[in-house]
């Protein structure tokens, strides 16, 4: 059974239909997959936000579901909304190549000073290299009217023996210091998860030196004492592990966290003021029960889980909105709707 709490903020009435009952309070479908078979599915859903846009990304896979290596044609599209998630703009396509050279995972980071969003995704030609990750970057500097092209910065951060090693960016969103660094994850399956930044705004990235582990799937953020904070997926944990740098990647302590339950799914760390917010699939076997918890205590302790979705829900992206909200984009249903919903935080 669906249920959205009574706190969820009331920002449409949805698009109900006789076939199809209207969706609850608070909730905006923005992807699902047709019923005419065009596109097998839409996943990863990527959130995040300017002063006066909200920008939501999804890969489009079309022949099937399965990931990047596995598929011959995904696409990035994007939605954005002007006032706050209330309503949405059309479906861009704002990376669509040539059937053979897929790109998935969409993330963003955003340079606060210049306004300026980054996409970072992966890439893979499967006819030319087949079963080598690129990554890519590109940026808008109009709130997604137009995009730069991309541009691939694999050779610039990775070093040649990784070439075919299984390797990606994490989707989602990334996050900047206050010192102007661009902030990312990277998992590589066989040396393990780095932080991925850029010090001189996207103009060049490097790699952090020493990975952090147990770690796949991740988030960073910068805590208001100024430490690296990252969340990390780990399989068969049954909860998530989270990494702190105090020496901005040079060395790294690590601790499980059993208070943040987690299948193995990505995750969204997020900050808002002091506090910590964690969103995600809360069940140690099961992709269902999206909540989320907050922590005063820079992620010392959390507070009990909020349901915001009891059933089938799997990668999610969150942020913080204004007056204290939370937006949430994530799948569900078996991963055949991306929904967005605002949370407010109670009093």
Same mark, same amino acid.
């Given at each position: 059974? /669906?249920?959205? #709490?009574?706190?969820?903020?009331?920002?449409?009435?949805?698009?109900?239909?006789?076939?199809?009952?209207?969706?609850?309070?608070?909730?905006?479908?923005?992807? *699902?997959?047709?019923?005419?078979?065009?596109?097998?599915?839409? /996943?990863?859903? *990527?959130?995040?936000?300017?002063?006066?846009?909200?920008?939501?990304?999804?890969?489009? /896979?079309?022949?099937?579901?399965?990931?990047?290596?596995?598929?011959?044609?995904?696409?990035?599209? &994007?939605?954005?909304?002007?006032?706050?998630?209330?309503?949405?703009?059309?479906?861009?396509?704002? &990376?669509?190549?040539? !059937?053979?050279?897929?790109?998935?995972?969409?993330?963003?980071?955003?340079?606060?000073?210049?306004?300026?969003?980054?996409?970072?995704?992966?890439? %893979?030609? =499967?006819?030319?290299?087949?079963?080598?990750?690129?990554?890519?970057?590109?940026?808008?500097?109009?709130?997604?009217?137009?995009?730069?092209? %991309?541009?691939?910065?694999?050779?610039?951060?990775?070093?040649?023996?990784?070439?075919?090693?299984?390797?990606?960016?994490?989707?989602? =969103?990334?996050?900047?210091? +206050?010192?102007?660094?661009?902030?990312?994850?990277?998992?590589?399956?066989?040396?393990?998860?780095?932080?991925? %930044?850029?010090?001189?705004?996207?103009?060049?990235?490097?790699?952090?030196?020493? +990975?952090?582990?147990?770690?796949?799937?991740?988030?960073?953020?910068?805590?208001?004492?100024?430490?690296?904070?990252?969340?990390?997926?780990?399989?068969?944990?049954?909860?998530?592990?989270?990494?702190?740098?105090?020496?901005?990647?040079?060395?790294?302590?690590?601790?499980?966290?059993?208070?943040?339950?987690?299948?193995?799914?990505?995750?969204?760390?997020?900050?808002?003021?002091?506090?910590?917010?964690? @969103?995600?699939? $809360? =069940?140690?076997?099961?992709?269902?029960? &999206?909540?989320?918890?907050?922590?005063?205590?820079?992620?010392?302790?959390?507070?009990?889980?909020?349901?915001?979705? !009891?059933?089938?829900?799997?990668? @999610?992206?969150?942020?913080?909105?204004?007056?204290?909200?939370?937006?949430? #984009?994530?799948?569900?249903?078996?991963?055949?709707?991306?929904?967005?919903?605002?949370?407010?935080?109670? $009093?």
């Amino acid at each position: 059974m /669906r249920r959205l #709490f009574a706190l969820i903020l009331l920002i449409g009435a949805g698009c109900g239909s006789p076939e199809q009952p209207a969706l609850p309070a608070g909730e905006t479908v923005l992807f *699902a997959t047709p019923d005419d078979g065009s596109v097998a599915c839409y /996943r990863i859903p *990527a959130l995040e936000q300017i002063p006066g846009m909200l920008f939501a990304a999804i890969d489009e /896979r079309v022949p099937s579901c399965a990931d990047l290596r596995g598929n011959r044609d995904i696409n990035i599209l &994007l939605r954005r909304s002007k006032d706050g998630g209330r309503t949405w703009g059309p479906t861009d396509r704002i &990376l669509d190549l040539p !059937e053979g050279v897929s790109v998935s995972d969409p993330s963003f980071i955003v340079d606060q000073e210049r306004g300026r969003v980054f996409l970072l995704a992966n890439l %893979m030609d =499967h006819d030319i290299a087949p079963d080598q990750y690129r990554f890519i970057v590109m940026h808008s500097n109009d709130a997604g009217h137009t995009w730069s092209p %991309m541009r691939d910065i694999t050779d610039e951060v990775t070093p040649p023996e990784w070439k075919n090693d299984f390797m990606f960016v994490t989707s989602g =969103h990334g996050t900047q210091a +206050p010192d102007g660094t661009l902030l990312h994850t990277v998992v590589n399956l066989q040396h393990g998860t780095f932080v991925l %930044m850029s010090r001189d705004r996207g103009e060049t990235w490097s790699l952090a030196p020493t +990975p952090v582990a147990p770690a796949d799937e991740s988030k960073i953020l910068v805590l208001p004492d100024g430490a690296w904070m990252v969340n990390s997926r780990v399989s068969d944990a049954g909860f998530r592990w989270v990494h702190t740098s105090r020496d901005e990647g040079l060395s790294w302590e690590s601790r499980p966290d059993p208070a943040l339950t987690d299948p193995a799914v990505n995750a969204s760390l997020i900050r808002a003021g002091d506090d910590l917010i964690f @969103v995600n699939a $809360n =069940h140690p076997t099961e992709r269902r029960n &999206l909540s989320w918890r907050v922590s005063t205590d820079q992620g010392q302790s959390w507070s009990d889980a909020t349901t915001i979705h !009891e059933g089938s829900a799997a990668y @999610v992206s969150a942020i913080p909105l204004r007056g204290g909200a939370v937006g949430v #984009f994530y799948e569900r249903a078996g991963y055949t709707e991306n929904v967005f919903a605002v949370i407010p935080r109670g $009093n």
